[in-house]
Structures are given as structure tokens and as C-alpha cells.
């Protein structure tokens, strides 16, 4: 729980400064609110760090105006299922930053 906050954390001080465009962290904290969403326990969601071999965060960032930045991020969480049991998922979540509105969206939260 502990790296989960301090992970937060550092993506909200990373989202809130500089070019907000190069933030794969942000990406990857702002992906596990949307796979918690999903799950039928969230509070009982584990997420790794994101330096874990198994977490990928791709980004693509619009050249033209900056307004929209894309992310693709893949990785993993343990949480319980329907039966309390708690089981280890992959997740792909396709993630989109508008700049301007300071605002994130997920096109798609595919949890295997």
C-alpha cells in the first residue's frame, strides 16, 4: 500500500510540472485508476513498481499543437476475485492526456 501512494505521488508531482507530455509515470498511476474501476475488490488491488520488467508505458505525443498525448500501458495486478481469492492479472490500458483540459481518458481497459 505504502508503494502504491508514494507512486501516486510521484505522478502527480511529474503530471503537475514540466512537459506534461514525457510523463510515462503519470501514465502508468493515472492506468491503475482505471483498472481499478474494472476490478471487483479495488481496494484489494496490488500494482508493481513501475521500473518491474513486466510494466511497459509507451508514449506517442501529438507533434502538431501538444494538445493530446497517447500512452499504451501494460502491466500487471493481484487482486481478488469473485471467490476472495486473490489472482495475478495482466493489463493492457490505452490512455489519452489532453493538455489543455488537464484531463486524462482511457479508449480502452482490457484486464486478462
Same mark, same amino acid.
Given at each position: 500500500m505504502k508503494r502504491i501512494f508514494l507512486v501516486g505521488l510521484i505522478g502527480l508531482f511529474l503530471t503537475g510540472c514540466g512537459d506534461k507530455c514525457d510523463s510515462d509515470v503519470g501514465a502508468f498511476v493515472m492506468s491503475q485508476n482505471f483498472v481499478k474501476k474494472?476490478?471487483? %475488490?479495488p481496494s484489494s488491488a496490488v500494482f508493481p513498481y513501475?521500473?518491474?520488467s513486466a510494466v511497459y508505458? %509507451?508514449?506517442d505525443i501529438d507533434k502538431e499543437g501538444l494538445e493530446i498525448c497517447e500512452y499504451s500501458v501494460h502491466g500487471y495486478v493481484e487482486s481478488k476475485n469473485s471467490f476472495g481469492v486473490m489472482v495475478n492479472n495482466k493489463y493492457t490500458v490505452d490512455l489519452k492526456y489532453n493538455v489543455k483540459n488537464d484531463t486524462w481518458s482511457a479508449t480502452q481497459v482490457f484486464i486478462q
Open positions: 474494472k476490478l471487483k %475488490y513501475i521500473d518491474d508505458v %509507451y508514449g
